[in-house]
């Protein structure tokens, strides 16, 4: 039976932290608040993890289009090719926030997804999922938890995400109401920014 732990988000509990990075490091899978919607993952470097979520959202692994979430800027260039400046400064000034950030992936991506050429890039502005990450040494692969209901797209309480998702997944972790907006997600593979899906993150940092 999976656990279902509150981390407050203005200080996150290090112990609680600490517990769900155990899980992690053993394959398990989580779902954790971020700034936009609940999201569902697992640890980039544990391959019947990956497995185990794309089953869930019913992708095969390789053509699955999961993003990577990182707790600041620095573990770019272990996944993307280098960006020009101009690219770079639009992450910094809108990250961490409400983006996700589909960039060239470099050689040194896992085993699983040297086939991508692009790999999308969160640095949510939430303290449990940054600090979860940074705790964990690297960054958890990703995905949104989506709802049947076609008018809600998104479940915002922590309380029905685990009475629906619970028997999936390892730990839930109650970081109070999620948002039912989705990130703003912007393709800079081509050199210059294509907004794919206008989210939650403004386009005034363009």
Same mark, same amino acid.
């Given at each position: 039976?999976?656990?279902?732990?509150?981390?407050?988000?203005?200080?996150?509990?290090?112990?609680?932290?600490?517990?769900?990075?155990?899980?992690?490091?053993?394959?398990?899978?989580?779902?954790?608040?971020?700034?936009?919607?609940?999201?569902?993952?697992?640890?980039?470097?544990?391959?019947?993890?990956?497995?185990?979520?794309?089953?869930?959202?019913?992708?095969?692994?390789?053509?699955?289009?999961?993003?990577?979430?990182?707790?600041?800027?620095?573990?770019?260039?272990?996944?993307?090719?280098?960006?020009?400046?101009?690219?770079?400064?639009?992450?910094?000034?809108?990250?961490?926030?409400?983006?996700?950030?589909?960039?060239?992936?470099?050689?040194?991506?896992?085993?699983?997804?040297?086939?991508?050429?692009?790999?999308?890039?969160?640095?949510?502005?939430?303290?449990?999922?940054?600090?979860?990450?940074?705790?964990?040494?690297?960054?958890?692969?990703?995905?949104?938890?989506?709802?049947?209901?076609? &008018?809600?797209?998104?479940?915002?309480? +922590? @309380?029905? #995400?685990? /009475?629906?998702? $619970?028997? %999936?997944?390892?730990?839930?972790?109650?970081?109070?109401?999620?948002?039912?907006?989705?990130?703003?997600? &912007?393709?800079?593979?081509?050199?210059? +920014? @294509?907004? #794919?899906? /206008?989210?939650? $993150?403004? %386009?005034?940092?363009?």
């Amino acid at each position: 039976m999976s656990e279902f732990i509150k981390i407050y988000n203005e200080n996150p509990n290090q112990k609680a932290i600490d517990k769900v990075v155990a899980v992690l490091k053993r394959g398990g899978l989580v779902i954790y608040p971020t700034d936009t919607v609940y999201g569902l993952g697992c640890d980039i470097t544990n391959n019947k993890a990956l497995e185990k979520i794309a089953q869930i959202k019913g992708v095969k692994l390789d053509k699955a289009k999961f993003s990577f979430i990182c707790d600041n800027l620095s573990h770019l260039s272990d996944y993307v090719k280098q960006l020009d400046s101009g690219t770079f400064k639009i992450l910094k000034r809108a990250l961490p926030g409400p983006y996700t950030f589909i960039l060239p992936g470099s050689n040194n991506l896992p085993k699983v997804f040297k086939k991508k050429k692009t790999v999308g890039i969160r640095i949510p502005d939430n303290n449990i999922i940054r600090t979860l990450v940074e705790s964990l040494g690297n960054p958890i692969v990703s995905t949104s938890i989506r709802d049947d209901d076609e &008018i809600l797209e998104y479940t915002t309480d +922590p @309380e029905l #995400i685990f /009475e629906k998702w $619970g028997k %999936l997944v390892d730990i839930v972790i109650d970081g109070g109401y999620g948002d039912n907006q989705a990130s703003t997600i &912007i393709d800079f593979t081509e050199g210059y +920014p @294509e907004v #794919i899906r /206008e989210g939650k $993150g403004s %386009l005034d940092i363009l």
